[in-house]
Structures are given as structure tokens and as C-alpha cells.
């Protein structure tokens, strides 16, 4: 049994290390790709590592534990390879807790299923790696094993673990809140179901609360300590609010590129499960759990109507859950035809996805980008190369050119500004005071930088990519 289970655990991290391998394109060791999003939370994780303050010399509007794994990897391994093997890592510890809760249900054959379902959904949502959701995916994966734990083996959890679940809930919170919205509907299945079934509650509960206020209390203490308590927040909840009110709702958006449908395949997963389970088990506290976890899915997933297909990755949880929950249903005879059947259809999903992943890739063009890079920077000498002041570039721009930001807003300032003003009078105050030598752009719209550059600067090269501007002497 005990090297069974070794073999087990083997094989999941064989597959998590493929998974990463073939579908997260910007940290993975076979090809140079960058991306957007990814891109800027290497530079923050970089920036980190070298002794810059998150929120007061970086920023960005996510969560402070996502920047302690990126900046976990720049020290592990510098540059990709230490983001590749703590996704490799996170990923493995999320599907051995998926066949851990499965084979409460099910046997072997199906529990596959299950991480077949999983990962045939997660392909599509996992748009080229090293997103906020997949760092959330594991803390909600664990809320979700410990605070049903009760239902399947009927012994009392211990409180210790409720903490655990809240610390958990905290962790996700500070990463980006629309992604705890699952764990918070588990913990309302939960102490209801207690309610009802007159289950002592209150230690739990205190406990649960204690484990949130546990990590929310050590994120606050560091962030007070560094100074940077008031931006850390205001970037973390407050600038992400301003920024989703600045979004136009378009229902249509979701619909165009197949995103709603995805949505709702992983927001009814767990319903059916739970309808499943009630049926079956003649029981209704997975039907609960069924019902909270796809209003809190559909909140999470609708109430933005950008159609990221990485959000969707909230919901592989719930699909987990509910996978093995209906699966439960199926008799002996037929489990070796459901194996197949899912196998069917998940792995050609996979390799659709990695395709994709190809084709986004070479659609990129970044050996293009990368040659504008190297021709921009060699009107600038190389002592001053650090110090070049970079408006509305992409974030990738630093990583090519092997350079840090000089001020805090670093990429996309008029995009950032559009959400909160401040940003752009904070950036454009920079470069009055400073009066940077050096300033590269992609595109300038702001009018106000428009004219510090016509006053005060002149151009010194131009490409496909980048304006180079030059302050004028004198």
C-alpha cells in the first residue's frame, strides 16, 4: 500500500510537470515567451529579490501572496525556472488533494476520471501560466477537502483544521478577492449544514476566524513595518474596486469568444454532483455545498464581463468536486467505459490547448520585439541604460532588456490611469521632478506627457516598437 501510494504521488507530479511543461508557455524551459501579465509579475518578483518594497518602489493591483511567490522563485532560481517548478509544485499538491477527496467516493479507474475532468477543464483557462488564479487554486482546493472532511469520514474535524481552512481563505483574499469567493461558500455550507444538523459550532468557528486573522495579521504587521500598509491596501482592494467600476459591462464580450459557456459548465459542475450525491447518498449537505459553490462560481466568473479565460480557473475546484460526487453514481460494470469516455474527451482538450499555446506564442512575434528591444537601447549608453524612464511600455520590455523600472508605475501608466488619476499625476510628477534623461515609449495619449515632451525632450530614435526621447540640454 505504501508504495502504491508513492507511485501515486509520482505519477501526479509527473503529471503536473508536464501540464506546466506544455501549457504554461511563459515559464516553461522550452521556448522564450514572456506574455503580458506574466511578464509583469516576473519583473515585481525580480524587483523583490533585489530589495525593492512591493506597493512603495513596485506595484501592481494584486495581492501581496502572489509577489511572495514570485519572489520565492527569483530567489529559488532567477528568471523562469524558479516560477516553472513552484507551478509544478502547486499544481502536483492541488491534484494529490483532487484524488485524495476523490477516492472518498470512488476507485482508482475513476478517480483518473476525476483528474481527467480537472485538467480538461483547467487547460483552457490557463492562458500561458503564472496567473493569480493558479497560485489561489491549491488554498482553495484544501478549504474545500478539510471543510467537508466531516461529511464523508462522519468523525469531527479537529479545530486545528478549521484554522488551517481560514488561513487558507486569508491567503486567497490577499492574492485577489473574486478568487476566494469558492472557499466562502464552503464555509457557508458548512457552519449551515453544523446549524442544522446541531453540530457544535462556535470552537470551529473560532477557529476559522482565528486562522484568517492569523495571516491577515502577519500580512499587515510586515507591510506596516515596511511602511507600505496603506498603498499594499489600497492596491489590493481599493484600486481594483475604482478599476472594476471603470469597466463597461458587455454580456456580449462573454458570449463571442465561448467564455460564458465554459463558465457554465464549471458553475453547474458541483450542482449536478451534489444532485448526484443526494440521490445516492441520501444526504443533502453536498447538495448545499452544490448550491453555494455555483452562486459564489457565477459571482466570481460574471461579474466581469472581460472574458479572461483564466478566471475560469476558479471554478476547477468546483468542477473537481463535482466530478466525483456524480461519478460515485456509476456501477462497476460501466467504470472502465466512463474512464475511457472522459480520456476521450479531456486529452484532446489538453492538446488543443497546447496548440493554442504554440500558435499564441508565434503570434506573439517576440524575437521581433526583442531585435526593436536591443536597436531602441543602443542610442542609449550603456551607463545610463538603468535609468531610462519607460512610459506605456509592455512589462516584457524589462525583461529583455535585463533592466529594472526606475518609479513604481512602470507599464501601461495611462491604462493604470484611466481606473485612478492619481496614478498618472504620481507618474507624471516623476518625470517632472526627476527629469529622467532617458524616456522610451510605445504610445503616448496622455496629453499633459505629450507636452513635457515636446517642451523638454527631443527624439532620438524610433522603430516599429518605441519612441527614444532625450532631454534637451539646457
Not at 511543461?21 to 515559464?27: N, P, Q, V
Not at 516553461?28 to 525580480?46: E, H, K
Not at 471603470?246 to 469568444?257: G, I, P
Not at 508605475?409 to 521632478?433: C, H, I, K, N, P
Request: aromatic content about 12%; hydrophobic content about 55%.
Amino acid at each position: 500500500m505504501r508504495y502504491a501510494r508513492i507511485a501515486r504521488e509520482a505519477a501526479l507530479l509527473v503529471v503536473a510537470g508536464l501540464f506546466v511543461l506544455l501549457l504554461s508557455g511563459t515559464t516553461s524551459p522550452l521556448g522564450p515567451w514572456y506574455g503580458g501579465d506574466s511578464a509583469l509579475f516576473r519583473v515585481i518578483g525580480t524587483a523583490m529579490a533585489q530589495g525593492e518594497v512591493l506597493y512603495l518602489d513596485i506595484w501592481d493591483h494584486k495581492g501581496p501572496v502572489l509577489f511572495l511567490f514570485q519572489w520565492l522563485a527569483q530567489l529559488l532560481i532567477p528568471g523562469r525556472m524558479g516560477l516553472f517548478v513552484i507551478q509544478v509544485l502547486l499544481l502536483y499538491a492541488s491534484l494529490s488533494m483532487i484524488t485524495a477527496f476523490a477516492r472518498r467516493f470512488v476507485g482508482p479507474l475513476l478517480s483518473i476520471a476525476v483528474l481527467a475532468c480537472t485538467l480538461g477543464y483547467l487547460a483552457p483557462a490557463y492562458e500561458h501560466g503564472n496567473l493569480s488564479e493558479e497560485f489561489s487554486m491549491p488554498f482553495i482546493v484544501l478549504a474545500l477537502v478539510i471543510l467537508t472532511r466531516e461529511w464523508v469520514t462522519g468523525r469531527r474535524s479537529s479545530p486545528w483544521l478549521f484554522g488551517v481552512a481560514g488561513a487558507a481563505f486569508a491567503a486567497v483574499v490577499f492574492i485577489r478577492i473574486n478568487n476566494a469567493l469558492p472557499i466562502f461558500a464552503a464555509f457557508v455550507a458548512c457552519f449551515v449544514w453544523m446549524l442544522v444538523a446541531r453540530r457544535p459550532f462556535l470552537r470551529p468557528l473560532l477557529f476559522s476566524i482565528g486562522g484568517f486573522f492569523a495571516v491577515t495579521a502577519a500580512i499587515v504587521a510586515g507591510f506596516a513595518l515596511a511602511g507600505a500598509l496603506a498603498p499594499m491596501l489600497d492596491a489590493t482592494f481599493l484600486f481594483n474596486l475604482r478599476y472594476a467600476r471603470n469597466d463597461s459591462v458587455s454580456a456580449e464580450r462573454l458570449f463571442a469568444n465561448g467564455y460564458a459557456y465554459v463558465a457554465l459548465a464549471g458553475i453547474v459542475a458541483p450542482l449536478i454532483g451534489g444532485v448526484v450525491d443526494a440521490q445516492h447518498r441520501r444526504r443533502g449537505s453536498f447538495l448545499l455545498l452544490g448550491w453555494c459553490l455555483a452562486a459564489a462560481t457565477a459571482l466570481a466568473l460574471l461579474m466581469s464581463s472581460t472574458g479572461y479565460f483564466h478566471y475560469l480557473q476558479v471554478a476547477v475546484p468546483g468542477v473537481a468536486v463535482g466530478a466525483a460526487l456524480a461519478l460515485q453514481a456509476v456501477t462497476r460494470r460501466l467504470q472502465v467505459h466512463v474512464l475511457a469516455a472522459t480520456l476521450a474527451v479531456a486529452l484532446p482538450l489538453v492538446a488543443v490547448n497546447v496548440g493554442r499555446e504554440q500558435i499564441a506564442r508565434e503570434r506573439s512575434q517576440e524575437p521581433a520585439y526583442a531585435a526593436a528591444v536591443a536597436d531602441i537601447l543602443d542610442g542609449v549608453p550603456e551607463a545610463d541604460r538603468d535609468a531610462v524612464y519607460a512610459w506605456n511600455v509592455n512589462p516584457k520590455y524589462f525583461l529583455m532588456a535585463d533592466t529594472l523600472p526606475v518609479q513604481r508605475y512602470f507599464t501601461m501608466q495611462e491604462w493604470w490611469g484611466s481606473a485612478d488619476e492619481r496614478v498618472l499625476d504620481e507618474a507624471l510628477g516623476y518625470v517632472r521632478a526627476e527629469q529622467p534623461q532617458w524616456i522610451l515609449t510605445s504610445s503616448v495619449g496622455d496629453p499633459r506627457m505629450q507636452e513635457i515632451l515636446a517642451e523638454d525632450y527631443v527624439e532620438k530614435a524610433r522603430n516599429a516598437s518605441f519612441v527614444l526621447f532625450e532631454r534637451a540640454s539646457g
